[in-house]
Structure formats: C-alpha cells, structure tokens
C-alpha cells in the first residue's frame, strides 16, 4: 500500500485487509487485517454482513454495474481534488472501534470520523494505506484469538454460494 513513512502522529502501525470471514451464527463478517510486513500479526474487526460485502468487493477489485456508497464517495473526492491519504483506527471505546479518514485539499489536511467498515472500504477504493494506532492494539484483547479465528478458516469468504442476478 504505502511506501511512505508512516504520518506525524506517533505509534501508528500499518495494516493491510488479509482477509473477510463469515460469522454464521451471526450474520456478521470478520474482516482480518494483518501487519503490512507481513508478520503473522492479526486485528480482526466484526462489521455487518454489508459492509463486509463492500470490502470484499473492493478487495477483490470487483466493479459492478452501479455505483456503491463508497465508490460514489471516491468520485466526489476526486471530482473536488480532495485526495483520501490514510485511514486510521484511532480508539476502541466499550468493544467498538473508531477510524479517522484523512484527506487532503489545497494543501490542508482534514480529518473525518468514520467507522472502521467504511474506512476499510474507502481505503481500498483509494489505495490508501490503513493504520492501527498502538493504543489500540494494546488495548484490544486478543485472548484465544488466534486459535479462534483458525476455526473460522473454512469458512473463509471467497466464491459466492449463491449468485446475484
């Protein structure tokens, strides 16, 4: 994604979306992302099943016939010459995580609050990179997480079952 050092802000580590999971029991997707340097380091985040499913559009590069929220939020920044640079997941309050999306205009950068599904989905749209600050990854907790999400692996998100018309 980036080769750029990482912004100003202090303690801010780079990840990439490695995969989408299907929580049956739920409805919901886990979207897992990894450390950019690939270290077998994961931070999932759960999201309802559409906004995993723009993600994993996104992720797979995937264009369909009109256009989704987050492809028509891209379009408006560019058509403004506003340039989307990072997104960060900045702070985790009662389980929820909170994302920053940064952008550019004219010089000035400005900051937008967004949840971590839209942010994820936007930064993939804008090839932007994705940052997870360190106090949140000190602050997630991640007991038998590994273990748990090697369960999920079957049921890993890839070809539809059933197709759209």
């Avoid at 080769?3 to 202090?10: C, F, I, M």
Wanted: hydrophobic share 40%.
């Amino acid at each position: 994604m980036s080769t750029a050092n990482p912004p100003s802000e202090q303690g801010l580590v780079e990840y990439r979306v490695a995969r989408i999971l299907e929580e049956a029991n739920t409805d919901t997707r886990i979207v897992v992302l990894a450390k950019q340097d690939n270290a077998l380091v994961t931070f999932p985040i759960w999201v309802g099943a559409a906004e995993g499913n723009a993600i994993k559009l996104a992720l797979d590069g995937t264009i369909t016939p009109r256009p989704m929220s987050h492809d028509l939020i891209k379009s408006f920044a560019e058509h403004l010459s506003v340039t989307i640079q990072r997104v960060v997941i900045a702070d985790v309050k009662s389980s929820t995580y909170y994302a920053t999306v940064y952008v550019t205009n004219k010089g000035v950068e400005r900051k937008i609050d967004a949840r971590p599904s839209d942010a994820i989905s936007l930064a993939l749209r804008a090839q932007c990179p994705i940052y997870i600050t360190e106090d949140v990854l000190t602050r997630r907790s991640t007991t038998n997480l590994d273990a748990w999400l090697s369960k999920l692996e079957p049921k890993d998100i890839g070809t539809p079952e059933v197709q759209e018309t």
